[in-house]
């Protein structure tokens, strides 16, 4: 532990209830808990960047003394390469990499390979590149943002999990009547809740509500597209959408869940499964990221991404019988001793920087300037 300094990049409100922005949360926060001085700035940029973004972003990083180390949310720089490399030659720049912008579900080829090009600019004139997820250098390499072997090193810090200490007596709940499912995801294209859906919509009969927390503004025409399924399905009755909720708030329907199901079509971790384990809830979950790691074989089932028949026949299996969901709650609750928690993962970050960065001459760009 040292008294080293920074300045933070954040695409936004570093308040807000999503996993990208939780994670520089308690980064920013657990950085300073181990004495850090954290400047944290807000670069709206996102992968397509207007021009006012743009020299926001350029103002920010020009005001910063030669050397400065900045750790930076790829989405508030990754889609702006030639601001970043006018200034890569005298910062430290340490990219965090949530998902490729270019693995974004839902683009078109040309947009995928637009972003890929300026993401590999941004990452090329870096001095470390972070990301969240074990399968994440491979997703780089294989959206042609960064081959495999290329400098900069990248380092894994994978999210950490805060544990309850004890967590929700699913045994005896698990016998009631309704069967209360939970889905905690932004509705985005990528987050399957149309698959979940119509897996739910495909189950014989059974007693169960769904809750949907998560923000219903980011991406507007796929939630206007998931309540006209909802409709279509005829589920008013059995589903309902929160928006985002304050962690307590999540809390608390964590607490009250019988089954956690999560549907997403592309994760590079999985933070609300591995919250889900953490409350020793059972989860039903699709085979991305980190989440066949952290269920197991223990807490839940995991099925091939965007496979309807195979979701909907997982979920049969814990919606019709008590005792499996008694079992995998069960499982759950030793899954947890698999969970990272977030003072380690800090510290595993703070060495990464140590050694890879800190103390180092900040160095020469690896890169072309090819264009704005």
């Known amino acids: 532990m040292g008294a080293h300094h920074l300045t933070f990049l954040v695409p936004g409100d570093l308040g807000t209830p999503t996993g990208g922005f939780t994670y520089d949360r308690r980064l920013v926060n657990g950085l300073r808990d181990r004495g850090w001085t954290v400047n944290v700035r807000q670069v709206e940029g996102g992968p397509r960047p207007d021009e006012q973004a743009r020299a926001r972003a350029d103002g920010v990083l020009a005001a910063l003394p030669a050397g400065t180390l900045v750790l930076a949310d790829g989405l508030a720089i990754g889609g702006m390469p030639s601001i970043v490399e006018r200034h890569a030659s005298r910062l430290a720049l340490v990219p965090i990499v949530h998902l490729p912008l270019a693995a974004e579900i839902g683009l078109t080829p040309s947009d995928s390979a637009a972003l890929a090009e300026a993401e590999r600019r941004v990452l090329a004139a870096s001095a470390l590149v972070v990301v969240t997820g074990h399968g994440t250098p491979h997703l780089l390499a294989e959206f042609g943002v960064m081959p495999a072997g290329q400098l900069p090193p990248v380092v894994v810090v994978e999210p950490g999990t ?24 932004t509705l985005n294209a990528g987050k399957g809740h149309d698959v979940l859906l119509e897996a739910l919509a495909r189950v014989s009969p059974a ?63 999985g933070m609300a499964v591995a919250e889900a384990i953490a409350h020793g809830v059972p989860v039903v979950a699709t085979r991305t990221g980190a989440i066949p ?51 380690d993962q800090v510290q595993l970050l703070e060495t990464l920087l140590e050694q890879h960065v800190l103390g180092h001459p900040v160095p020469s760009p690896r890169y072309q300037r090819d264009g704005a």
């Open 207 to 269: 007693s169960w509500h769904l809750t949907c927390a998560g923000s219903l503004t980011r991406d507007t025409e796929t939630a206007r597209r998931v309540s006209a399924l909802v409709e279509t399905l005829d589920l008013r009755q059995r589903v309902n959408f929160t928006g985002e909720l304050a962690p307590a708030s999540l809390a608390t329907r964590y607490a009250e869940a019988d089954v956690f199901v999560l549907a997403s079509l592309r994760e590079t971790y």
């Open 162 to 185: 805060d544990l309850p200490e004890t967590p929700a007596p699913r045994p005896e709940r698990a016998g009631t009547h309704t069967v209360h499912l939970l889905t905690v995801a």
């Open 293 to 343: 790691r952290l269920v197991g074989n223990d807490a839940g089932v995991v099925v091939p991404c965007g496979d309807v028949e195979a979701l909907a026949a997982a979920l049969a299996r814990l919606l019709g019988d008590r005792t499996e969901r008694i079992r995998f709650g069960t499982g759950a609750v030793r899954a947890r001793q698999r969970l990272a928690a977030w003072p």
